[in-house]
């Protein structure tokens, strides 16, 4: 039984299923040690709860669901292993702001640490490539302009962001072609994510997208104006 990109998630007694698909149904064999055993149909995102006691397979594979590991509270897991986006010599420092006012292409995971703040100047593009990823937990603002916006593509449609616990302002943005995450312990369909963050999006874009998602926006307050979606998989928010 086919069970690719199935994703488990176990909060307190409480078992999520979730699945890049969006039409993904399986059946799921429950055996429990008291002799119970039922079958039950599962969902994209669906629940059920969930006892210890009980073992859960689809066909002949065990489902083994990891604790917590929705991105509102387990973002950080792997930061430690991603280079510092600072490293980027194009990334220089002004007035108590780092700021990015040249092309840079990314091809490996990247992180922007807390309590730092960036600005990406009008103009400049970004193209992430190679199932990269750029994650932020300081502060961004994308300052692009009507003539002159910012583009954050991927050129060989696998690349994504993931902007968290943060204020983001994305003002004249074009999104381009860009994917979903890849981390197993990440449920993330979106090319862009923002998570547990004060965001605006403004005079933006978003199109192409090779993920479910366009833009996917997790706990966090949001303003959103003037956005544009074309070309989209399935949802554009």
Same mark, same amino acid.
């Given at each position: 039984?086919?069970?690719?990109?199935?994703?488990?998630? /176990?909060?307190?007694? *409480?078992?999520?299923?979730?699945?890049?698909?969006?039409?993904?149904?399986?059946?799921?064999?429950?055996?429990?040690?008291?002799?119970?055993?039922?079958? +039950?149909?599962?969902?994209?995102? %669906?629940?059920?709860?969930?006892?210890? #006691?009980?073992? @859960?397979?689809?066909?002949? %594979?065990?489902?083994?669901?990891?604790?917590?590991?929705?991105?509102? *509270?387990?973002?950080?897991?792997?930061?430690?292993?991603?280079?510092?986006?600072?490293?980027?010599?194009? $990334?220089?420092?002004?007035?108590?702001?780092? $700021?990015?006012?040249?092309?840079?292409?990314?091809?490996?995971? @990247?992180?922007?640490?807390?309590?730092?703040?960036? $600005? +990406?100047?009008?103009?400049?593009?970004?193209?992430?490539? #190679?199932?990269?990823?750029? *994650?932020?937990?300081?502060?961004?603002?994308?300052?692009? *302009?009507?003539?002159?916006?910012?583009?954050?593509?991927?050129?060989?449609?696998?690349?994504?962001?993931? /902007?968290?616990?943060?204020? @983001?302002?994305?003002?004249?943005?074009?999104?381009?072609?860009?994917? @979903?995450?890849?981390?197993?312990?990440?449920?993330?369909?979106?090319? /862009?994510?923002?998570?547990?963050?004060?965001?605006?999006?403004? #005079?933006?874009?978003?199109?192409?997208?090779?993920?479910?998602?366009?833009?996917?926006?997790?706990?966090?307050?949001?303003?959103? %104006?003037?956005?544009?979606?074309?070309?989209?998989?399935?949802?554009?928010?």
């Amino acid at each position: 039984t086919n069970v690719e990109n199935l994703q488990s998630s /176990l909060e307190g007694n *409480t078992l999520f299923f979730d699945n890049i698909n969006k039409f993904f149904f399986k059946e799921l064999n429950i055996r429990c040690k008291d002799g119970t055993n039922k079958n +039950v149909f599962i969902l994209k995102n %669906q629940n059920l709860l969930f006892d210890k #006691n009980c073992n @859960y397979k689809i066909g002949d %594979q065990n489902i083994e669901p990891k604790k917590n590991i929705f991105v509102s *509270t387990k973002i950080d897991n792997d930061f430690d292993k991603f280079k510092d986006l600072l490293e980027f010599k194009e $990334i220089e420092y002004k007035n108590g702001y780092y $700021i990015l006012d040249k092309d840079i292409v990314i091809d490996k995971n @990247y992180h922007f640490s807390k309590n730092k703040k960036l $600005i +990406v100047k009008e103009g400049t593009n970004i193209d992430i490539l #190679n199932d990269s990823l750029i *994650t932020s937990e300081g502060s961004i603002l994308f300052e692009g *302009t009507e003539k002159n916006p910012i583009t954050i593509k991927s050129s060989d449609g696998k690349g994504s962001l993931i /902007l968290s616990h943060n204020k @983001y302002i994305i003002n004249f943005v074009k999104f381009e072609n860009l994917s @979903y995450p890849k981390d197993k312990s990440k449920i993330l369909h979106g090319g /862009l994510n923002v998570i547990n963050s004060d965001l605006e999006i403004i #005079n933006s874009e978003v199109k192409s997208s090779n993920g479910e998602d366009g833009i996917n926006i997790v706990s966090s307050m949001s303003l959103i %104006q003037n956005l544009k979606a074309s070309n989209i998989k399935s949802d554009a928010i």
